[in-house]
């Protein structure tokens, strides 16, 4: 009777490994697409491009038609410092999304950071003509800033300033800081007094004014001029003149 029973207690553990093992192959298993999307997300958000390079990878291989994936892919890819086929990844993208803010940029950086410059320029100066915002001819003038590409950079940036109608303090500091690297001291103190204008209570702007050698205040602010115009600005970049 005891040899019985204990027969029946070996037979039950022999059963409850069993299930253990088939659990645990379950859990170790492949993953599914989405699993692997959540694990480059995380990574991306710690700045652990090669895990989210690895994992959207396979993302995009099981997924070859997701078009988010290829973003997050192509981000990673830049993160690795391959932009070559951070490129590719990101065109494969747009062609689904052509009208994605976030696609259209990051594939005008991997453009750039792969030698296409031009490429980038024109994406992005084609947006900004087709939207007329003043946010897409700023980030075109960033982009060209950092190319040392300052004749477009400066139409691009009076174009942002223009089209917001001189309301908002972004536009102007946008012009402060490019006139400050090419050396205009007065145009970038000009476009200073005028962001002060717009918000006269910026410490960081009256501690910029201090640092050229003038005081804060009401006599040093300067209306934007481009209050005095209403009008949406006209494409200020000539295609293959610049």
């Known amino acids: 009777m005891e040899l019985r029973r204990v027969g029946v207690m070996v037979m039950i553990l022999v059963g409850v490994t069993a299930m253990g093992c088939q659990s645990n192959a379950r859990r170790t298993g492949p993953r599914a697409p989405h699993m692997m999307a959540a694990s480059g997300d995380r990574a991306l958000a710690k700045g652990d491009f090669a895990t ?67 490429s980038g320029v024109r994406l992005l100066q084609t947006i900004a003509e087709e939207r007329r915002r003043p946010t897409d001819w700023l980030r075109l003038g960033r982009y060209a800033q950092r190319g040392k590409d300052y004749d477009t950079a400066e139409k691009a940036y009076l174009a942002a300033a223009l089209g917001d109608g001189g309301l908002h303090a972004e536009y102007q500091m946008a012009l402060y800081g490019y006139y400050m690297e090419i050396g205009d ?57 610049r």
Request: aromatic letters at 8%; glycine letters at 6%.
């Open 185 to 241: 001291e007065t145009k970038a103190v000009q476009r200073l007094a005028m962001a002060y204008w717009l918000e006269p209570k910026n410490e960081e702007f009256a501690a910029k004014i201090k640092n050229h050698g003038y005081q804060p205040g009401a006599a040093f602010a300067l209306r934007p001029v481009e209050q005095a115009s209403q009008r949406v600005p006209d494409p200020v970049i000539l295609r293959g003149d």
């Open 52 to 118: 989210a390079e690895a994992e959207y990878a396979q993302v995009v291989e099981a997924q070859p038609w997701n078009a988010r994936a290829r973003l997050q892919y192509g981000k990673a890819l830049l993160g690795v410092d391959n932009p070559r086929k951070a490129r590719e990844e990101l065109e494969k993208a747009y062609t689904t999304l052509p009208k994605d803010d976030e696609v259209m940029y990051t594939l005008a950086e991997a453009m750039g950071r792969s030698g296409e410059y031009e």
